[in-house]
Structure formats: C-alpha cells, structure tokens
C-alpha cells in the first residue's frame, strides 16, 4: 500500500542520514559541550569511553530491542533484501563473512546481521 512504502522510504532515509551525519553531529556536540558551563558531562562521557574502550573486543553490547524494531523490516522490504542460508555454522565460534556486493554503506550486510529484520538469529 502507499503508506507501507512511505514508511520503507522513511526507514531508509533515517539509516542513510543517522549512517552520513550522526557521527559528526555527536562529535560537533561533545566539543561544543567543553565550551559551556556543561563541560563537566563531557569529561564524565570521556571517563566512560576510557573504561569502556575494550567493549568492542568482547562483543559489545548487543540489544535485542533495537534488533527487533519495526523499522528494520520495512527497511528489508524497501530493497527487498534476503538472507540465504547455505550452510550450518556452529555458534560458538567466530566467523569472517565476505559480502558482495557491499557499497559504501553496506545495507544489506547491516540489515541481514545487524538487525532481526530477515531472522539471523534463528537461521
């Protein structure tokens, strides 16, 4: 319906600008924050990132609320993208996995691993 493709073109549109500008924006804040009378909440942020820094290497904080959001499957379904499985993979091992083709943004790659959009979980 023409409502449901809204809210795919809406869902796109908010990965693609939170993708290109959300990172500088936070950025832009953060430093903008040392220069106000609110610089004490950027230097309690900095503390943080410092003892959190490793959280990436143990496999940072995944959060099945946000996997399952409903943006994500009208995001899928905008391009439409698929997840195939061709072959069974032992879960408790780490895996390098090769996607093409990828782009700059890696949409596809996002949406199939990132989120619960095409059920990575139970494949």
Partial sequence: SKVEKQLQVISVLQWVLSFLVLGVACSAILMYTFCTDCWLIAVLYFTWLAFDWNTPQKG??????????????????YFPIQL????????????????????????????????????????
């Fill in 84 to 123: 195939v499985k061709t072959h069974n993979l032992v879960t408790t091992r780490n895996y390098i996995f090769g996607y093409h083709p990828h782009g700059i943004m890696g949409l596809g790659a996002f949406c199939n691993f990132s989120t619960e959009a095409t059920e990575v979980s139970k494949k």
């Fill in 60 to 77: 940072g904080r995944r959060s099945q609320w946000v996997r399952n959001w409903a943006v994500w499957r009208y995001f899928r379904d």
